[in-house]
T-cell receptor, first 116, second 108 residues
Framework: GAVVSQHPSRVICKSGTSVKIECRSL??????MFWYRQFPKQSLMLMAT?????????EQGVEKDKFLINHASLTLSTLTVTSAHPEDSSFYIC????????????FGPGTRLTVL | LAKTTQPISMDSYEGQEVNITCSHN???????ITWYQQFPSQGPRFIIQ???TKVTNEVASLFIPADRKSSTLSLPRVSLSDTAVYYC?????????FGGGTRVLVKP
């Protein structure tokens, strides 16, 4: 199947700093990528839909100025958590929509963010 | 988008068949049923997808009755490595909406 990578796999930062997470589709082009957040023992929550060459679409309750998404190419989307605070500590997962199967999405391995 | 409903957890033993039923009463005509598996601290992994009747692949089978208001994921002869959370989703348009998932524990 298609491979999606994320970098970094884990990051620890101080409160107030910004953190960038990269999501790459390694062997296919993805016009649409998705960003999810998952807190411990909870399900994945969709944060935003990232479309190549256009602005991301954010889910209700997600601050677009805090979670900046850039989808500059068909294989790369980035999520920047600006001025991170401890409550932003979570597991961030991206996915990319494939070309086969109805709405099949391939997920990255996730990025564990810890804000001190 | 209404989420699906599935049991919170299930226990099983190695070599047994595990069946997880998911309820999706208000499924739309265009919705497909998709199941994902997630291990701790990893991204979800696609298992199987179907629209109606039965779909089988090398990993699992998916049974969807005619009214499509529920579906059952069947994992044959589970092993310890099948311990994970299993999510049932309705694939509506461009989005996947995750429900609570079923935490399956396979015991030796």
């Amino acid at each position: 199947g298609a491979v999606v990578s994320q970098h970094p796999s884990r990051v620890i930062c101080k409160s107030g700093t910004s953190v960038k997470i990269e999501c790459r589709s390694l062997d296919f082009q993805a016009t649409t990528m998705f960003w999810y957040r998952q807190f411990p023992k909870q399900s994945l929550m969709l944060m935003a839909t990232s479309n190549e060459g256009s602005k991301a679409t954010y889910e209700q309750g997600v601050e677009k100025d805090k979670f900046l998404i850039n989808h500059a190419s068909l294989t790369l989307s980035t999520l920047t958590v600006t001025s991170a605070h401890p409550e932003d500590s979570s597991f961030y997962i991206c996915s990319a929509r494939g070309t086969g199967g109805y709405n099949e999405q391939f997920f990255g391995p996730g990025t564990r963010l810890t804000v001190l | 988008l209404a989420k699906t409903t599935q049991p919170i957890s299930m226990d099983s033993y190695e070599g047994q068949e595990v069946n997880i039923t998911c309820s999706h009463n208000n499924i739309a005509t265009n919705d497909y049923i998709t199941w994902y598996q997630q291990f701790p601290s990893q991204g979800p992994r696609f298992i199987i997808q179907g629209y109606k009747t039965k779909v089988t692949n090398e990993v699992a089978s998916l049974f969807i009755p005619a009214d499509r208001k529920s579906s059952t994921l069947s994992l044959p002869r589970v092993s310890l490595s099948d311990t994970a959370v299993y999510y049932c989703l309705k694939a509506a348009g461009n989005k996947l909406t995750f429900g609570g998932g079923t935490r399956v524990l396979v015991k030796p």
